[in-house]
């Protein structure tokens, strides 16, 4: 088993910036790629941006050139550093790990961190 537990989030006013933190404990060998998604209440949670073991970053259109995901394999630690936050990005921000237990894929989440963006 992966445990997450995300910080850093909060309330910022619109062109502001936070950074989220995900640390993973327990079985953290078997972890690949990590990433955040987000949710609004009464929406479907959506991919912001994820990570692969190499480092290779992807993200959700409506954050590039704005969020940068990034991870610290020696700490089982990913980021996400947000600048020019929008209103439209408040939701409730969750850490995402994907691993590989003897061939069977498991999908671990944290259980998420509020960011209030304020116009």
């Known amino acids: 088993q992966v445990q997450l537990v995300e910080s850093g989030g909060g309330l910022v006013q619109a062109g502001g910036s936070l950074r989220l933190s995900c640390a993973a404990s327990g079985s953290t060998f078997s972890i690949g790629t990590m990433g955040w998604y987000r949710q609004v209440a009464g929406k479907q949670r959506e991919l912001v941006a994820f990570i692969s073991s190499d480092g290779s970053p992807n993200y959700a259109d409506s954050v590039k050139g704005r969020f940068t995901i990034s991870r610290d394999n020696s700490k089982n630690a990913v980021f996400l550093q947000m600048n020019s936050l929008k209103p439209e990005d408040t939701a409730v921000y969750y850490c995402?790990?994907?691993?590989?237990?003897?061939?069977?894929?498991?999908?671990?989440w944290g259980q998420g961190t509020q960011v209030t963006v304020s116009s």
């Open positions: 995402n790990a994907l691993g590989v237990v003897m061939g069977i894929v498991r999908n671990y």
